[in-house]
DNA sequence: GTAACGCTGTTAGTATTTTCACGAAGACCA
DNA sequence: TGGTCTTCGTGAAAATACTAACAGCGTTAC
């Protein structure tokens, strides 16, 4: 049971991990990883023990091997299918994001009430009207839900997600949804972010998110 | 200096209590903002004390004094400038979102590269060429950014940023920026926090992020 | 063959964040 | 006016997250 910002780092150590491996890279070191993710190489460390694999002395990490104990233990063994609810300017963006990707994750129905929208592709998804939510869910095995509708509709879209069987929710709505207690819910508000940024850049204290000396990289 | 998470749910109270005002409610209990805002009471009271503002025992915190507090404690007197950069799927729906808005947070310049989007309006926002960004930035008294390019070009956008004098980057991009230490940076990355939410729906531990017994509210 | 080095796994320590618990004070009622 | 009831402010305790330190081992150099 690692905890919430354990799996954020593993999710970000893979995406970097094949950037390495794009680069040719066999073998990365901690203090690489952690350069590249803006953590200390102790707190990698930290990170890989909840992962069966382990590194070797003076060589580091492999790569591939790296890559695939994060994949196991992330996403073990198969990908999920997931749906996104509410196909206007956010939802768009997101769908075009994850339309190329054959990863584990896939966006494998969109939803909306809007009739202009309905019934066709966006970005290589199909649109269904919401109201076929439900059936779709369950015919396509879908355990993940993803809302961008506007907030006074959040709810009505989270209960048909649960409906449907949701095991988990990202909602972009500003608004907490209550769900069953075996459903997961992130709420991930831009609007906060920024007045965060707006905040701390101005009443700048030290420095709290920083790079490093390490060299990022994509 | 407060911390980020308290900034943040500072952010989030506010927004909460502008729903509030709507409905017409003079005063609110912390219990209740807490349950909003899906926090505990002491929590909300503990966030309240590095306002200046204090709550009465009983009456709880007059909604309208205490949004007062907070937008002082935020956003200090007067807004701030924002420049977008990148008008792709995902510049273009945060732009929407903020068109209308008339807040202290204002996008009031965008940057691309591509000539089929730039020296047009999008959404009401103005978008610019990239190489006009610096001198923009200075004319519009623009600090803070927002970068929603390829991760290849972040570091160039950034460098840019830096360039006009940024004090803070919000940064879509998965990729870990390089500035100057007076820039403050903060990374939002929407394909982890998908992988977080489909890794806790199927490995659901007890429940992490929970609404609560309060009734949720625009 | 062996000594020195460098990086990992791990545990113990530190810092931060959240929750608890309780004294004080305004409101309401009799 | 006195008593009760509710909720706030706050410092201390608990929980969580991060950092530092070190033992162990493979690698390399000689
Ligand atoms: N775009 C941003 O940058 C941004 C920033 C912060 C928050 N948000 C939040 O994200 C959400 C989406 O934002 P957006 O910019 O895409 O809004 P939008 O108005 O462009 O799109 C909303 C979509 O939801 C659909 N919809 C409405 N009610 C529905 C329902 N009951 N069921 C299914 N679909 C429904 C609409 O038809 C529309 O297509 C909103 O809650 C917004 O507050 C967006
Ligand atoms: N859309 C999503 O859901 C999503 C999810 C996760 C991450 N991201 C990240 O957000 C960023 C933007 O995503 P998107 O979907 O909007 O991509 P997009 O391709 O739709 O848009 C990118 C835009 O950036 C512009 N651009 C390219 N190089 C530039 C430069 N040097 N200077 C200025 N502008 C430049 C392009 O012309 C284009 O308009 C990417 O880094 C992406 O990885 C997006």
Known sequence: MPSEKTVERLSLYRYLLYGILAD???????????????????QVRQDMMVLGYSGSPNQGYEVGKLIASITEFLDDAHGRNMAL???????RAILSNFAGQRSRLQIV???????????RMVHGCWCYPLDKLSGVMRDQDITVG?????????QEVADALCEGGVRGILNF???RLQVPDHV???NLNITVALEKVAY????SPVRLETPSREEAKV
């Open 24 to 42: 040719g890279e066999r073998n990365v070191f901690s203090h690489e990883l952690a350069g590249m993710a803006a953590v200390s190489p102790a």
């Open 85 to 91: 609810v509410g196909v206007g300017n956010l939802g």
């Open 109 to 119: 129905a969109a939803f909306d009430v809007d009739w202009q929208i309905v019934n």
């Open 146 to 154: 993803i809302i961008c509708v506007p907030p006074a509709a959040a």
């Open 173 to 175: 709505a500003p608004y």
């Open 184 to 186: 997961y819910v992130s």
């Open 200 to 203: 701390f850049a101005h009443h």
